[in-house]
């Protein structure tokens, strides 16, 4: 198994980074996106990296956390033939205490 952080706070690369998370993972008999970062960077980055994101087997979006799933609809209009396996409670309201929302766009759960 390989892992390749296309998303993470730091980058010993010398890669752009954002506070999130997004790896890209090789098994022998997959291909799989693990959470998508909280804009288009995965992509760039991947990109970048040589890794072809249309040829992902399946995506998981770990939590419904911006951070975690606002590179989704990067990722949709990526491929279009991936599953995306995530929490049916993804698409609920995520407050960082009572006033600041760090969930998904709303607009994007009738992509996914």
Do not use: C, W
Not at 41 to 53: C, D, P, S, V, Y
Not at 75 to 103: C, Q, W
Request: charge should be negative; avoid cysteine.
């Amino acid at each position: 198994m390989k892992i390749t952080a296309l998303i993470e706070n730091t980058s010993a690369r010398g890669l752009p980074t954002e506070h999130g998370l997004s790896l890209f993972v090789e098994t022998a008999e997959h291909k799989f996106l693990f959470d998508m970062g909280q804009t288009d960077l995965f992509e760039r980055n991947a990109e970048t990296l040589g890794i072809a994101l249309s040829k992902v087997d399946f995506a998981v979006l770990s939590h419904g956390h911006y951070d975690h799933g606002g590179g989704l609809n990067t990722f949709l209009a990526l491929n279009d033939h991936a599953p995306v396996y995530m929490s049916r409670y993804a698409f609920e309201p995520h407050y960082n205490g009572t006033e600041k929302n760090i969930g998904l766009d709303q607009g994007i759960e009738a992509k996914s």
